[in-house]
């Protein structure tokens, strides 16, 4: 009886063998396949942009922090950036069809009470929070944390950076007009 379970012992073993074989090679495979898909995450996570602001270099990635060359601002992480964009003719019908999106026009004073030259008007029923002062006065908004916030300036730069800092600060519905007052045709929602 003995020895017949040895017999079967060593008959068995390599079956054990085979399949220990198996276990390791599919655990190879997951741990190889679980790296690949970390380092993949690891790239595109570490990607960094500039703040969409309607130029052409909005559409680059790049591999480390730092100015873009082209429109000069800071590049942030990719994953970071999370407001949208409108293009400067979408918004007056916008605004008329959405009369409770909050305009935040975030040019000097001067700019927003017209009084600078060149003058590109200033929308109708905006609150200006000049972009200088924007990360001290950010209580002024809490109102509108939930509400969906259009920021505009002349060129589209400056309110990108705004619209970035709003977001960064709890703002869920953030978007950027595009290219500033400077490209807005439309008369129909200055003041
Ligand atoms: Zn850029």
Do not use: W
């Not at 590109?120 to 509108?144: C, F, H, M, W």
């Amino acid at each position: 009886m003995k020895r017949n379970l040895q017999n079967s012992t060593s008959i068995l073993l390599p079956f054990y063998m085979k399949a220990l074989t198996h276990v390791l090679l599919v655990a190879a495979v997951l741990s190889a396949g679980s790296i690949f898909s970390q380092a993949q995450s690891k790239v595109s996570a570490e990607g960094y942009v500039c703040l969409p602001c309607g130029l052409n270099c909005d559409e680059r990635v790049y591999d480390k922090p730092g100015l873009c060359p082209y429109c000069g601002m800071d590049r942030v992480k990719k994953s970071t950036v999370m407001f949208g964009s409108i293009e400067p003719d979408q918004l007056c019908d916008y605004v008329s069809k959405n009369p409770n999106v909050v305009l935040l026009d975030v040019r000097t004073r001067t700019e927003f009470e017209e009084r600078s030259v060149p003058n590109y008007g200033t929308l109708k029923n905006a609150v200006n929070i000049p972009i200088q002062e924007l990360d001290s006065r950010l209580a002024e908004l809490d109102a509108y944390r939930n509400i969906e916030v259009i920021v505009y300036c002349s060129h589209g730069q400056r309110s990108s950076q705004a619209s970035y800092l709003l977001s960064q600060n709890g703002f869920g519905n953030v978007r950027n007009m595009t290219g500033g007052l400077r490209v807005l045709k439309d008369d129909g929602c200055k003041k």
